[in-house]
């Protein structure tokens, strides 16, 4: 039995210590990526609109299909296994983000990808790996909402297949 509440359960200003991640070690490097780890104090900052296809252009030539969980990518199946857009870094006019939190109408030089193996092999396809330029061209919205969390220095995009699996004990106010 997995000790703690799930970080989907926090209330916005809630704060806790991660204590146990139910996840494989795949997900656990994506976790890791962003500075989520046991241990790891964390704050639920806010709960977000949901963004629901994002549509980037790569390279100023491709355009790919993202969305905060998961990409649908042209001709190919919904992967319900996640590529997703807020495994993307992004360094644009306000430093380093995830795709979901650009403006639309933002650019930016893409930092990191948050994937390894057939995920990783999938977002090179499609020219999503760094050094790429980047510009969220249309964004459309939908539910459920994700969490913005703090977790030491960064702020992180988190949907709710990551939060339902992160399990918090609250801090001592």
Not at 37 to 65: A, M, R
Not at 101 to 118: F, K
Request: glycine fraction near 10%; aromatic fraction near 8%; proline fraction near 5%.
């Amino acid at each position: 039995m997995i000790e703690g509440e799930r970080l989907t359960n926090l209330r916005p200003g809630a704060s806790g210590q991660i204590s146990a991640f139910e996840s494989g070690h795949e997900a656990y490097q994506v976790y890791k990526g962003i500075g989520l780890e046991k241990d790891t104090e964390i704050v639920l900052k806010k709960y977000l609109p949901c963004t629901g296809p994002t549509f980037v252009l790569i390279q100023n030539q491709h355009v790919v299909l993202t969305c905060w969980e998961g990409s649908f990518l042209p001709n190919r199946d919904f992967y319900k296994d996640h590529l997703p857009g807020a495994a993307i870094l992004v360094q644009g006019k306000n430093g380093s983000t995830q795709i979901p939190l650009l403006a639309v109408g933002e650019a930016g030089v893409i930092t990191q990808v948050l994937a390894n193996g057939t995920h990783l092999e999938e977002f090179d396809r499609h020219w999503i790996k760094p050094d790429s330029e980047l510009k969220l061209l249309q964004r459309l919205e939908r539910d459920p909402v994700p969490l913005l969390v703090r977790a030491g220095e960064g702020e992180h995009l988190l949907g709710c297949h990551l939060t339902n699996k992160i399990y918090v004990e609250y801090l001592k106010a």
